[in-house]
């Protein structure tokens, strides 16, 4: 399996393949909601310096603050990226993000995005927050954590061999659940032939008012 080092090349993003699984290895960046809405709306974004860091990942750790006054995670269950869709393009375009890492999937305009700098957007396999969470050797700082509160706050990152995630969008700006639900809608013909479900049969409407 490949492991990426971060801060990705525009070179090794291109050179990855739909549904390809990797690891990522060095320093990302987090974030939820009001980043999205933040940076696009207020232009109000973390002072970090986002060509070394541009690998994102959309989720609100669960942190814990330790004797020393250093933090620990505790679980980083990446969140849905699918609602971070109004603001993701503007937010790839804006930070050249190479890397995005979350959950299920992202649509038409991040992908365009992503194509257009060169990056790619990474999904969970069945992985859990409390395993990700091993493979973080530091955390490194943390920005608007006052004003946030933990969830909402961007946290650095230092990963080794973080994942395994799967290449879910490319740097083409191909989408792995659309080519997935175009392969279904093919094949389903023929599932209905071999079930001996007609062809123009009408299924309910589950939320049908008549």
């Keep these: 399996m490949k492991d990426l080092k971060l801060p990705l090349s525009e070179t090794d993003a291109r050179s990855l393949t739909l549904g390809e699984q990797v690891t990522v290895s060095g320093l990302l960046f987090t974030g939820r909601s009001?980043?999205?809405?933040?940076?696009?709306e207020d232009d109000l974004f973390p002072p970090i310096d986002y060509a070394a860091l541009n690998c994102f990942?959309?989720?609100?750790?669960?942190?814990?603050?330790?004797?020393?006054?250093?933090?620990?995670v505790v679980s980083c269950e990446?969140?849905?990226?699918?609602r971070f869709e109004r603001y993701g393009a503007d937010v790839v375009r804006k930070f050249n993000t190479r890397v995005l890492i979350g959950k299920t999937t992202m649509?038409?305009?991040?992908a365009e995005a992503?194509?257009?700098?060169g990056g790619v957007y990474l999904s969970k396999i069945g992985l859990s927050g409390n395993a990700l969470?091993?493979?973080i050797r530091k955390v490194h700082?943390?920005?608007f954590l006052e004003e946030l509160g933990k969830t909402e706050a961007t946290w650095v990152f230092e990963v080794e061999r973080f994942g395994p995630f799967f290449v879910a969008i490319d740097a083409q700006g191909n989408n792995y659940f659309e080519a997935l639900n175009d392969d279904v809608k093919k094949a389903l013909p023929e599932?209905?032939?071999?079930?001996?479900?007609?062809?123009d049969y009408d299924y309910t409407e589950v939320n049908s008012d008549e």
């Excluded at 009001?34 to 696009?40: D, G, K, P, S």
């Excluded at 990446?78 to 699918?82: E, Y």
């Excluded at 649509?107 to 991040?110: D, I, N, Q, S």
């Design 34 to 40: 009001r980043f999205h809405i933040r940076a696009v």
């Design 191 to 199: 599932v209905k032939r071999e079930l001996g479900i007609p062809i």
């Design 114 to 117: 992503l194509r257009d700098v």
């Design 78 to 82: 990446p969140t849905s990226s699918i």
């Design 57 to 72: 990942f959309h989720v609100g750790p669960v942190m814990q603050k330790k004797d020393d006054g250093s933090w620990s």
């Design 133 to 135: 969470r091993n493979q």
């Design 141 to 143: 700082s943390v920005y």
């Design 107 to 110: 649509g038409h305009r991040t």
